[in-house]
């Protein structure tokens, strides 16, 4: 079993930017592909940046050139740095740990984007 905790959300002005926490409870990067997902009200949850066991870095078109993703492995922790927010990117972010036997996700952490 994994426990994923997310930190780092909060309410921030259009321009701005924020840095998630996501803190595993044991050492799985080595065997999982880190994900961070957000869900916006009335929208279905979207893949937002990916790191692969390998190292290999993905992010969503609408992110891309303005959130960064991360990991340290000696803290067992994945960030997701996100500058020049948009009120579009308005959303719970989620952390998600996946491997061929099975998932992992996040209570999430609620990152608001108003002037």
């Known amino acids: 079993q994994v426990q994923l905790v997310e930190s780092g959300g909060g309410l921030v002005q259009p321009g701005g930017s924020l840095r998630l926490s996501c803190a595993a409870s044991?050492?799985?990067?080595?065997?999982?592909?880190m994900n961070w997902y957000r869900q916006a009200p009335g929208k279905q949850r979207e893949l937002v940046a990916t790191i692969t066991n390998s190292g290999n870095i993905n992010y969503a078109d609408s992110v891309k050139g303005r959130f960064t993703i991360s990991r340290d492995n000696a803290k067992n922790t994945v960030y997701l740095q996100m500058n020049n927010l948009k009120p579009e990117d308005t959303a719970v972010y989620y952390c998600?740990?996946?491997?061929?036997?099975?998932?992992?996700w996040g209570q999430g952490t609620q990152v608001t984007v108003s002037s």
């Open positions: 998600n740990a996946r491997a061929i036997l099975g998932q992992y």
């Open positions: 044991r050492s799985i990067f080595s065997s999982y592909t």
